[in-house]
């Protein structure tokens, strides 16, 4: 089982009618963190020129099902699914072969799962994709949520050093033979030096300077996580709650090119 890594490309493509730099791939993933289908494909429709893709996360998965990954799809736009499997490592093979079959570009599986639901995770993205004659998802192992502290993570009972768990995670990912990494882009740089320049390193936990910071607790602006080595920025509130969306959208593009 397993394909040669050399085989596959970023899964991830900029639209075609991308009005921001037509030369470069828009790193802008837009995470729809909302609870209906009509909300999402209103969001698409006015986003899709100025974004690299959507991710579709527990929220909207949950209340619209998967018709609404094939509706965006059907719009022509990546998507990144981002429902975070953890499970034994046959389920977890039943879900990624799901989610292939919706044609999603990206989606997440946790890494604290372990080694053995991460690799077969992989090996049946890949399988499955080829079998249906399209490129293979790019499978990312969640580290640890840009949600979580030091006293979190004690809480839960595991290493309070966010830094050494993170890449503990990302050792054990790239070990298991992933091409993705979600991390929070404070930790961008130590994890680049783990595994190979070729990993996409996918960071939410994005802010401007002056934006709230929500319930994130690691954050960086666009600019510093793009330059620090992130390869992907997923957004959510600083967009898609904004009173117009696309002009919020627009002024992160136009700070990353600045
Ligand atoms: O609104 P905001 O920009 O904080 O949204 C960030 C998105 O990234 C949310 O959809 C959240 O589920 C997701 N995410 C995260 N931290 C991770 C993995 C995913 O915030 N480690």
Redo the contacts with the bound molecule.
């Keep these: 089982m397993g394909y040669g890594k050399s085989k596959l490309e970023s899964p991830l493509v900029a639209l075609p009618d991308c009005n921001y730099n037509s030369r470069m791939r828009n790193p802008v993933i837009v ?1 729809l ?1 909302v609870p209906t289908a009509e909300a999402a494909l209103k969001l698409v429709e006015q986003l899709a020129p100025v974004s690299g893709g959507f ?1 579709v ?2 929220e909207l998965f949950t209340s619209a099902g998967p018709d609404i990954v094939r509706r965006i799809r059907g719009l022509g736009a990546p998507v990144f699914l ?1 429902l ?1 499997f953890h499970d034994i490592p046959n389920t977890v093979v039943k879900a990624v072969a799901a989610a292939v079959q919706l044609d999603v570009q990206m989606l ?1 599986v946790h890494a604290s799962g372990g080694v053995e639901m991460l690799k077969v995770a992989e090996q049946v993205a890949q399988e499955s994709a080829w079998k249906l004659g399209h490129a293979p998802p790019l499978v990312l192992a ?6 979580l502290d030091t006293a979190a993570l004690s809480q839960i009972g595991l290493d309070p050093n966010v830094s050494r768990q993170v890449r503990r995670l990302a050792n054990m990912a790239n070990q298991a033979g992933l091409r993705g990494l ?3 882009p404070r930790e961008v740089v130590e994890v680049r030096q783990i595994v190979p320049a070729s990993t996409q390193l996918v960071t ?4 401007a300077q002056s934006a709230p910071a ?3 607790k690691r954050t960086l602006t666009p600019r510093e996580a793009l330059s620090l080595g992130a390869n992907w920025l ?8 904004a009173e117009d969306p696309r002009a919020a959208a627009e002024e992160i593009l136009k700070e990353i090119a600045e």
């Design positions: 995470a963190d991710k996360g527990s981002d975070k997440t969640v580290t640890v949520l840009t949600s979600v991390c929070s939410p936990g994005i802010r929500d319930d994130q997923v957004i959510g509130r600083p967009i898609c709650a």
